[in-house]
């Protein structure tokens, strides 16, 4: 085992680190409240970092470019959807959502329709869209050690970083995790943007990579058998290696509608115009899946609790909004510079593939530069580590407090102490880890990009609609909003578990040759978000306004307490209130 002295130095500072800050923040995690929304008193500037820092997670980090170099053009959407995904935040959600007051979002969906049943439904889906999302960050953590440690087994990596994730989580919850992801959004934004800069004073600019793959379009020669001019950078001009034959061709690779988007109307022997309708479908059904589930997301959600009031979660979410998309400018160049001088990893599946080109393309610089390369690689080692571990610290802690609070404390035993629930949050912490890690287990072979476009339409079908009808619309109804979230939410799960079967199941080849022959039915099942939303909004007006006689007696103050200004003194504490009634 060749292990590169620089990188796994890099990488244990990381970890370390993270461990120190762990431990250092939960001797102030006292309380449950610190537990479960620290305290609410982060500032906008340390909660927009640690919403950035969390949300930035395995596949903004590396799956973004791992996605760019092995599809193209067509997944730069994820980036650009990434960040306008808070701007519906902002408008719509933030502000009403923390002057709300809740722990959870569980708790938001039983008090703003008075149904403790109601409770239990919006639970599962936090533990549907919580476990789903770790599983990207489980593949991120795999592909990370194994580089590290080449020859390390996959399933190790996965095992270590989610063991040392679940002890921070165990020891201090949200106030214990929030100064770690706080620091590790800087961590992340250092560690991708220089090497990008030292790369691109080397290798050329975004752009100027970009003409060697037009070049090849326009040249009669072909396209795969033979090194193209390239970029010109600081050393001179650098030529592309060749495309091995698992690479996308360059026309198909600079389309906007390109092998990710194409993946349905391909199988099914459909090209040029023909396959365009279908691309189109994917493409806007991702746009919603990935705008929508942002503002639909449990973990990200459960945030805007810590803050003090609603104006500051609503500056918090604007800030977020420019902190990640400062971020987002520099993956893309990985993925462009990655096709021209790393094309080898097209041939490569799993923890070997594109999706640790941001780990491996740096080191290409010992050869001129001696061990410059190895440093710059073991800085976005280290980024990717604060990657994978501060989102899986946002999401073990959302799984853990729905299970301690809404599971434990509000369904099992309402009467339990505040000292119960916060034993149980440190146990049932160990319990949720160690299922993430299991789950981890099952995903090498997929794309951590792929991975978390499922989550976000799993949310988006099922937690957006609740909470943007629960928050602008007084009509809605609990049977409404209860049959409107399960259906749209379960049928996107069942039809994104079945492409992922049939795709990669030993077990699933006859399925598989049954979407092949139904490109409609396969892009509708693989982006779901294009009629899973409408069908859940549908669903809930219909049938809200056949049960209409179950709007809650007190809605039009609940709505006052959403929307009006908190200096007018509405505001409400829904867990203290609760608490002072008995419940």
Not at 267 to 279: E, V
Not at 357 to 367: C, F, G, S
Not at 450 to 463: E, H, M, P, Q, R
């Amino acid at each position: 085992m060749n292990v590169d002295p620089w990188i796994l130095a890099f990488a244990a500072v990381t970890v370390f680190g993270t461990i120190w800050m762990g431990f250092r923040a939960a001797g102030s995690s006292k309380t449950a409240s610190d537990f479960f929304v620290a305290g609410r008193s982060v500032s906008v500037g340390w909660n927009s970092a640690a919403i950035s820092g969390e949300y930035l997670s395995a596949a903004s980090f590396m799956g973004i470019a791992g996605m760019v170099m092995s599809s193209g053009y067509d997944a730069l959407w994820y980036p650009v959807c990434y960040a306008c995904g808070y701007l519906f935040l902002l408008l719509f959600i933030a502000g009403p959502l923390r002057r709300f007051g809740a722990y959870t979002i569980p708790d938001f969906a039983e008090g703003r329709f008075d149904s403790p049943l109601f409770r239990r439904i919006a639970v599962c889906f936090v533990l549907f869209i919580g476990f789903f999302y770790t599983m990207p960050q489980m593949k991120g953590a795999g592909v990370t050690l194994s580089y590290i440690f080449p020859g390390l087994p996959y399933w190790v990596g996965v095992a270590v970083v989610g063991a040392v994730i679940t002890l921070n989580v165990a020891l201090g919850g949200m106030k214990g995790i929030t100064l770690v992801q706080a620091v590790q959004y800087w961590a992340k934004m250092f560690a991708i943007s220089v090497p990008a800069f030292v790369l691109m004073a080397v290798y050329g600019s975004y752009g100027g990579n970009l003409k060697a793959n037009h070049t090849t379009i326009e040249s009669p020669a072909p396209m795969v058998a033979e090194a193209v001019p390239g970029v010109t950078g600081a050393t001179g001009t650098i030529e592309r290696e060749p495309l091995p034959e698992k690479a996308p061709a360059d026309e198909k690779w600079i389309s906007p509608f390109g092998s990710l988007t194409t993946k349905a109307a391909t199988m099914a022997g459909l090209s040029g115009q023909d396959a365009k309708p279908y691309s189109l479908l994917y493409t806007y059904s991702l746009i919603i899946a990935l705008v929508c589930g942002t503002a639909g997301l449990p973990h990200i959600l459960v945030r805007f609790y810590t803050n003090p009031d609603g104006v500051a979660a609503k500056r918090t979410t604007m800030w977020v909004m420019i902190l990640i998309g400062v971020f987002y400018v520099f993956p893309p160049f990985f993925g462009v510079l990655g096709r021209n001088l790393l094309p080898e990893l097209y041939g490569n599946i799993g923890a070997k593939g594109t999706d640790k080109i941001v780990l491996e393309l740096p080191r290409i610089l010992n050869e001129r530069f001696g061990i410059l390369g190895s440093i710059l690689s073991g800085i976005t080692c280290a980024g990717a580590f604060a990657a994978f571990m501060s989102t899986f610290s946002g999401l073990l802690v959302s799984i853990t407090g729905a299970l301690a609070h809404d599971v434990y404390g509000r369904i099992l035993k309402p009467d339990s102490t505040a000292e119960q629930r916060l034993r149980m949050f440190k146990i049932l912490a160990v319990v949720s880890g160690a299922t993430a890690i299991l789950l981890g287990f099952t995903v090498e072979k997929f794309e951590i990009n792929k991975l978390v476009g499922w989550a976000f339409a799993i949310a988006a079908t099922s937690y957006f609609p609740l909470l943007f009808l629960s928050t602008w619309w007084r009509g809605i109804t609990m049977p409404g909003a209860a049959i409107g979230m399960l259906l749209g939410g379960l049928l996107s799960l069942a039809t994104v578990v079945s492409t992922m079967f049939a795709d990669q199941s030993p077990w699933g080849a006859g399925l598989k040759a049954w979407y092949a022959s139904r490109p409609l039915v396969r892009t509708l099942a693989e982006q779901p978000a294009i009629w899973g939303l409408p069908l859940a909004m549908v669903l809930m007006v219909v049938v809200s306004w056949l049960t209409r006689s179950r709007i809650p007696a007190d809605i039009r103050l609940k709505m006052l307490v959403l929307h009006a200004p908190e200096s007018l003194g509405l505001k409400q504490e829904y867990i203290r209130e609760q608490e002072e009634a008995g419940h």
